[in-house]
């Protein structure tokens, strides 16, 4: 057996969700999620750094990058506070607006 496989807690994420976000962003939607299931719908704080972090296998410029495009589409919610002095995110997923998306490129696939 390899230490690389499944022995770890994996980060899945969906086919569909990948292909309407891109890769990256899928998976750090996806984190986004698992984290407001932990928290009861309630949005989180995070900073960039943290989420790096979770998601060591994405950069900080491209995890950046990523937000900001996302915060664009419109289906993730994230308000800038500072705890501390440290300019943290307060995150949130705009499911009607994620599903609403997915719902144009599948009616653009037709």
């Known amino acids: 057996m390899s230490k690389l496989l499944m022995d770890d807690n994996p980060v899945?994420?969906?086919p569909k969700l990948a292909?309407?976000?891109?890769l990256e962003a899928?998976?750090?939607m996806q984190q986004v999620h698992y984290w407001l299931c932990k928290n009861q719908g309630n949005p989180i704080y995070n900073t960039v750094d943290a989420w790096c972090v979770q998601?060591?296998?994405i950069g900080k410029s491209t995890l950046e990058r990523i937000i900001?495009?996302?915060k664009e589409k419109?289906?993730?919610i994230v308000k800038i506070?500072?705890?501390n002095n440290i300019k943290t995110g307060l995150y949130s997923i705009d499911y009607p607006m994620l599903d609403a998306l997915f719902d144009?490129?599948?009616a653009a696939d037709l």
């Open 26 to 28: 899928a998976v750090f």
């Open 12 to 14: 899945v994420v969906s």
């Open 81 to 83: 506070i500072a705890i």
């Open 55 to 57: 998601l060591p296998f």
């Open 19 to 22: 292909v309407a976000l891109g």
């Open 104 to 106: 144009e490129m599948q």
């Open 74 to 76: 419109g289906v993730l």
């Open 68 to 70: 900001r495009s996302l």
